[in-house]
């Protein structure tokens, strides 16, 4: 993969490691980072394709995310953004829904999500994913 992508879709599967079998088996997709929770279930996953990017994880886990995607659209958007809060700034100044407020996670990002004006979850956060580690 040539430089880590800065948009990735974020999709949440009822049977994620069966979504990782036929995205890498079936598709082509690498698995570049998979991370299951202590009940076995994918916690998170990163696979790549080209120069792009998919995370995905499983249904039901009552993380944020998982609770934030109820009622939402099928998939997510993770963007990286270099200064988040400014962006952050930026998105409360123009009357966006923060869904998750602007703060330090313990993987290293500093994020926050919105909605946008049809639902659909928008997080936004230093992480970038695929970097090197």
Not at 18 to 26: E, K, R
Request: proline share 4%.
């Amino acid at each position: 993969m040539t430089g880590a992508p800065q948009v990735c879709p974020t999709l949440l599967y009822a049977d994620a490691k069966a979504a990782v079998a036929q995205l890498t088996d079936a598709f082509g997709f690498t698995a570049t980072a998979v991370y299951e929770g202590e009940d076995g279930r994918i916690a998170h996953a990163e696979l790549s394709y080209g120069n792009g990017m998919v995370m995905l994880g499983s249904k039901g886990t009552g993380s944020e995310f998982d609770r934030l995607m109820t009622g939402a659209g099928p998939v997510g958007v993770y963007v990286h953004v270099d200064d988040a809060d400014a962006h952050h700034a930026r998105a409360v100044a123009h009357g966006a829904e923060i869904v998750l407020p602007l703060r330090d996670q313990d993987y290293g990002s500093r994020e926050y999500a919105a909605r946008d004006a049809e639902g659909n979850v928008w997080s936004f956060g230093t992480y970038l994913p695929g970097a090197a580690e």
